[in-house]
């Protein structure tokens, strides 16, 4: 696919995907939170319950509640294509999550999101991620 926009943007893009996935995998909501602009929007229509989660607080309660049901999480994340215009883009990312859950029951998730990024203050941040989950399967 394609990446569109400054070279620049287009880095900036990258390390704010793969900042997320670090962040899932330490798990640490304060770096994971600063991600996300405040206005964001987290849809999930996939998992009962997360369908629309509507602001960064809503977003960063949900997910430090959803991450307990899993103990270990190996987040990897790769910006497939982006296409910046101005100070918002939009993207493509693929997802590879090897989680254990309560039971120690080890799975492998492949996701995809459809993102939406917008810059403020000269920082890019997740204005939207929209989750589609390609293949959950025994690690």
């Known amino acids: 696919m394609a990446f569109i926009g400054p070279l620049e943007d ?49 977003i960063v309660s949900t997910w430090v509640e959803a991450i307990k049901q899993f103990p ?27 989680v254990k859950d309560q039971d120690d029951k080890p799975a492998h998730w492949h996701n995809l999101y459809q993102d939406e990024f917008v810059k403020r203050e000269g920082r890019w941040l997740f204005k939207s991620r929209t989750l589609k989950i390609l293949h959950i399967g025994a690690a």
């Open 10 to 58: 287009r880095v900036a893009l990258h390390e704010l995907v793969a900042s997320y996935g670090d962040a899932v995998t330490r798990r640490d909501a304060g770096d994971w939170a600063s991600l996300w602009a405040d206005d964001s929007v987290w849809y999930m229509p996939e998992i009962p319950g997360m369908e629309k989660i509507q602001g960064k607080d809503a």
């Open 72 to 98: 270990f999480q190996l987040n990897r994340q790769l910006l497939a294509n982006v296409t910046v215009d101005g100070d918002t883009a939009k993207g493509d990312t693929y997802t590879s999550e090897l």
